[in-house]
């Protein structure tokens, strides 16, 4: 029988550790519960009595100000589905469990124990008592059931982490049971991601919210949580300018150990050279989307540390199966030839100091990657013509290429796209690239599978290698590119082996096997794995890259 109990080292931690994430070291496995701004006017929970709350820092000493691309929708957890909101949903509310910094597997945050039954189907948690909404409401199991029902009946972009849930059997005020439909190996790496974070369900539904099966279209709680937090957490967000800025400030009736930073003013800036100049000048603290050229003009800069970081961060190439939206490169053949066309090292070089290729959609670093691709060996010109004969273009084909603004740690996807045009090209495919913004259009039409031929990137949205599944056939991301799963029943019989296998030999096995299976037959092609570029003024510790949170807000202290 497969147990998760309450580690005695984890209770060993709680004498000494008030917060999953609430100390500077990295640690940590309790929960930092987090804080909401509940009416708009205050903003902090009253003290307990018999408790004092400490007062803000006067001045700007303990205020952090970050620079960070934008590109995002929402910020109500539910609808949580881009790389850089993820980090302000941490900071300001709580998941079951977390990715503490430099640590590869979900440590325990808001539960304090946790069991599987023998066929891995439900899991039993009871909750920490202590913890407490910035509302003052106790976090209970009701609170978790609303909030991981209100995600799977959303229907949003990631309700389907809840796929596999059935129900959630609410067994006392601490204690409750995830019933899932088959045993899934992922489960509690999926409720580490920002969208599973629990909210107060008292304050969203006030404000409109529903965990009911309309939820999709009877729940109206996302203006309010767009504007202003309903959590349990370190922070609280007090102001938010769409595009511009965002404003954290410390609840200071947080329940855990707190960081000794007061405020966060996150600056949407998505320009490198701004942001290294920024934090050359003091006016920024942290800046996360810095690239090669900007890292080189900080270079010996006075109280400035920058890090060059490996990331599971994915640059590829998709091209929809659907001939009526793909065309040509709807053509196996001609996928193909693209593969073969592709200058992986010049790629490598537009990405980035530290970029490399993975083999497949599993990162380098996934428990089952296939590692490495030689691109010494990658490119073959003459075959890739033959292809593009065999698939009876010989003298190659026009096609559009709509590309987004966003960038890839401060590599823009134009840049990438650029690179594939001219690539392309010595095969006879001429790529006409089109700009798009992201929120004008290209982010809907990517997500619906409406684009015939284009470049993007991916982070990802937990920490296991069960999440690049999401690009096989008939799944969330496969179905971008329209890869279907009729057709395809072989790989996903496969899929479905490895999310139910919880021994992760056996599990790592399986997932070396559906590489294979998809080599030759896949519309998707990873170009590049990149790396990630940040600065931080030296007054600050803790800071450090981590895929799932940017940066993980709860860990770092003014010095």
């Given at each position: 029988m497969k147990k998760l109990l309450a580690l005695l080292l984890a209770l060993c931690m709680a004498a000494s550790l008030a917060a999953c994430g609430g100390s500077s070291g990295g640690d940590a496995t309790e929960a930092a519960a987090e804080t909401e701004a509940a009416g708009g006017d205050e903003a902090a929970a009253p003290a307990e009595e018999g408790e004092e709350a400490e007062a803000p820092a006067e001045g700007g000493d303990n205020t952090v100000v970050i620079a960070v691309i934008s590109g995002f929708s929402a910020i109500d957890p539910q609808y949580v589905y881009e790389t850089t909101p993820t980090m302000m949903v941490n900071a300001c509310y709580e998941t079951l469990f977390k990715f503490d910094t430099g640590v590869d597997t979900p440590q325990p945050c808001i539960v304090d124990s946790w069991e599987f039954s023998d066929d891995g189907k439900d899991v039993t948690m009871k909750l920490k008592p202590e913890v407490k909404f910035a509302s003052g409401n106790d976090m209970t199991s009701a609170d978790v059931a609303f909030s991981l029902m209100r995600l799977k009946n959303l229907k949003s972009n990631p309700s389907f982490l809840m796929d596999n849930v059935e129900s959630i059997e609410i067994v006392d005020d601490d204690t409750f049971i995830i019933h899932q439909t088959t045993a899934d190996s992922s489960l509690l790496s999926k409720l580490t991601y920002g969208a599973c974070s629990i909210v107060d369900s008292a304050i969203v539904k006030e404000h409109g919210g529903t965990d009911a099966e309309d939820a999709s279209t009877a729940d109206t709680a996302r203006d309010y949580l767009d504007t202003t937090s309903a959590g349990s957490g370190m922070y609280i967000m007090t102001s938010y300018v769409p595009d511009e800025e965002m404003i954290l400030e410390k609840n200071y009736n947080y329940w855990g150990e707190q960081t000794n930073v007061d405020k966060y003013i996150i600056r949407f800036e998505g320009d490198a050279n701004t942001q290294m100049m920024g934090l050359k000048a003091g006016d920024v603290d942290i800046a996360l989307n810095l690239n090669d050229d900007t890292m080189d003009e900080l270079e010996g800069a006075e109280n400035v540390t920058t890090e060059n970081t490996p990331t599971k961060t994915i640059s590829f190439i998709m091209m929809n199966e659907d001939p009526k939206i793909g065309g040509p490169v709807s053509n196996k053949l001609v996928q193909q030839a693209i593969r073969l066309a592709v200058d992986y090292e010049g790629m490598q070089n537009v990405c980035g100091r530290g970029a490399i290729t993975p083999k497949s959609i599993f990162q380098v670093g996934f428990m089952g990657s296939a590692g490495e691709l030689d691109t010494a060996t990658a490119r073959d010109l003459d075959k890739a013509k033959e292809l593009m004969a065999e698939a009876g273009y010989p003298d190659g084909f026009d096609i559009d290429l709509p590309v987004s603004d966003l960038d890839m740690e401060g590599i823009p996807m134009l840049d990438v796209a650029q690179k594939v045009k001219e690539d392309l090209s010595e095969i006879g495919i001429n790529v006409n690239i089109v700009q798009q913004n992201w929120s004008g259009g290209y982010?809907?039409?990517?997500?619906?599978?409406?684009?015939?031929?284009?470049?993007?990137?991916?982070?990802?949205?937990?920490?296991?290698?069960?999440?690049?599944?999401?690009?096989?056939?008939?799944?969330?991301?496969?179905?971008?590119?329209?890869?279907?799963?009729?057709g395809n029943e072989a790989?996903?019989?496969?899929?479905?082996?490895?999310?139910?296998?919880?021994?992760?030999?056996?599990?790592?096995?399986?997932?070396?096997?559906?590489?294979?299976?998809?080599a030759d037959d896949c519309p998707w092609i990873v170009v590049a794995q990149a790396s990630s570029h940040i600065g931080y003024s030296n007054r600050l510790e803790g800071v450090a890259f981590t895929d799932v949170y940017r940066v993980d807000i709860r860990t770092i202290n003014v010095k």
């Open positions: 982010g809907d039409a990517y997500r619906a599978g409406d684009l015939g031929f284009s470049v993007m990137y991916w982070g990802i949205d937990y920490n296991d290698p069960n999440v690049q599944l999401a690009f096989l056939p008939g799944e969330s991301v496969g179905l971008r590119c329209k890869w279907q799963a009729e790989v996903v019989d496969k899929m479905n082996e490895i999310i139910q296998e919880t021994d992760d030999s056996a599990r790592e096995q399986k997932l070396l096997e559906i590489q294979d299976m998809i």
